[in-house]
T-cell receptor
Framework: GESVGLHLPTLSVQEGDNSIINCAYS??????FIWYKQESGKGPQFIID?????DKRQGQRVTVLLNKTVKHLSLQIAATQPGDSAVYFC???????????FGSGTRLQVQP | GAVVSQHPSWVICKSGTSVKIECRSL??????MFWYRQFPKQSLMLMAT?????????EQGVEKDKFLINHASLTLSTLTVTSAHPEDSSFYIC??????????FGQGTRLTVV
């Protein structure tokens, strides 16, 4: 049956500050990682991705860092804005598997 | 980016009835689509992989006779929740891949069974 609702970890930041959202993964075979943003009542929206042959990738206001040694992924958002408030999920897969496995998510709350 | 559209966005149905959810790739062909379920304050859980022209592949614990998936064309996959019960109330999300790389997601369907 349905699990008891879990409380998503919440990161609360001030507008203009930088945000860092973390994600741990367990599958050492995973070689492709994506960060998604999900607003209430909507589907996930792609933010940035990274392959396992890289340890850092930058986009517009966002940076993803990958540490394969400790199986850790992070998303850095620069100059966080109120519109960044959402739930953020990391997702992973590996060569030969096309479906994504999602992490548990982090709620980002941006205080004006 | 690529667009994936789901319909309906929300639906309320009576217990015991069936509900069909459509997932369309609007500007690309998708031989594979995925169906996820998301309960409140939880992550997305993969239910099944929908394969065009063949049977869907279901994840462990997902009843294939309850969640019927049909992928009749390269742009459309449907999920039918049969004999729905209140515990099936959830947010159902589909995704598709235009190629190798990022997956694009539909806007989700909120199902409420009363």
């Amino acid at each position: 049956g349905e699990s008891v609702g879990l409380h998503l970890p919440t990161l609360s930041v001030q507008e203009g500050d930088n945000s860092i959202i973390n994600c741990a993964y367990s599958n050492s075979a995973s070689d492709y990682f994506i960060w998604y943003k999900q607003e209430s009542g909507k589907g996930p929206q792609f933010i940035i991705d990274i392959r396992s042959n890289m340890d850092k990738r930058q986009g517009q206001r966002v940076t993803v860092l990958l540490n394969k040694t400790v199986k850790h992924l992070s998303l850095q958002i620069a100059a966080t804005q109120p519109g960044d408030s959402a739930v953020y999920f990391c997702a992973e897969n590996y060569t030969g598997r096309r479906a994504l496995t999602f992490g548990s998510g982090t709620r980002l709350q941006v205080q004006p | 980016g690529a667009v994936v559209s789901q319909h309906p966005s929300w639906v309320i149905c009576k217990s015991g009835t069936s509900v069909k959810i459509e997932c369309r790739s609007l500007d690309f062909q998708a031989t594979t689509m995925f169906w996820y379920r998301q309960f409140p304050k939880q992550s997305l859980m993969l239910m099944a992989t929908s394969n065009e022209g063949s049977k869907a592949t279901y994840e462990q614990g997902v009843e294939k006779d309850k969640f019927l998936i049909n992928h009749a064309s390269l742009t459309l996959s449907t999920l039918t929740v049969t004999s729905a019960h209140p515990e099936d109330s959830s947010f159902y999300i589909c995704s598709a891949l235009p190629g190798m790389g990022e997956a694009f997601f539909g806007q989700g369907t909120r199902l409420t069974v009363v």
